[in-house]
């Protein structure tokens, strides 16, 4: 890439040792290689507040992982399978998101599952939230098990490498897209 795009990581599983941070924060390392400025926001933390309305206050974090979702170029989300749908803790997240702001922006995903199941229907409804927000989604997702993952670490190099893909690919696009 030319110059470097805001790029913002979301990993979307509220649970504090879940295995969606561990893809998600080898997808932060590895982005982050590739451009400077790029933040990851980790729901594990459970620092976002619950979505109250649009007139209560809320505090910093929240506001800081919307404005940040806003400001990037490019979004990375990864999101585990719960009950055939993706995390509500997303869906959380972006009720704070302003579609009028995020117009282009290009974003990639990683779905996580305990088995080999629901991975097109979760993506179809991780796409259709983001074309609310007028976002060119990677039609090329990244679908993991979870016996990808072993003693907290991605175990095989071609998950890796898939991945890291997902990342270039989607940087990529974003690169065309301001060329445009």
Known sequence: ????????IISASPRKNGNTQILMKY???????????TKLINLADGKIECYRGPEEEYNEYTKAAANDIMDADVWLIGSPIYNSFFSSALKNLFEYVNYKKTEGKVAGMVILASGNMGFIDVQTLITQLLSYFRVITNPKAVFLTTESISENTISKDEDKKRLSDLVDETLKMASKLQQG
């Open 27 to 37: 997808v932060f390392e590895y982005a982050k290689s590739k451009n400077t400025d």
């Open 1 to 8: 890439m030319s110059k470097d795009v805001k790029v913002v």
